[in-house]
Nanobody, 120 residues
């Protein structure tokens, strides 16, 4: 019903920037919330940033001031601008969306992830 596709990952040096993009496609009523999670080897998946349909945002403490989430509601796309990247940001970044597939049904969807590697 819903597909999420991430792009924009890569290998960069510390201090550089990347911009991740995620596009939702398929048949659904609305996308209530979109966000980014990341998971490093041996660690739990964690929320990086989220953007609700009402415009509110939240960030992990570790990325505040460096990362910015934005959303184009008309296109069902979400972006993550990552500045001043650190080696600790190295992880697979996943797009997540809470989607109303009908007026009464909600689903939680994930992209396949995009690798971000930051070298020192």
């Amino acid at each position: 019903q819903v597909q999420l596709v991430e792009s924009g990952g890569g290998l960069v040096q510390a201090g550089e920037s990347l911009r991740l993009s995620c596009a939702a496609s398929g048949r659904f009523f609305s996308v209530n919330r979109m966000g980014w999670y990341r998971q490093a080897p041996g660690k739990q998946r964690e929320l990086v940033a989220a953007y609700a349909s009402g415009g509110s945002t939240n960030y992990a403490d570790s990325v505040k001031g460096r990362f910015t989430i934005s959303r184009d509601n008309t296109k069902n796309e979400v972006y993550l601008q990552m500045n001043s990247l650190k080696p600790g940001d190295t992880a697979v970044y996943y797009c997540n969306a809470k989607v109303m597939t009908s007026l009464v049904d909600i689903g939680d969807y994930w992209g396949r992830g995009t690798q971000v590697t930051v070298s020192s």
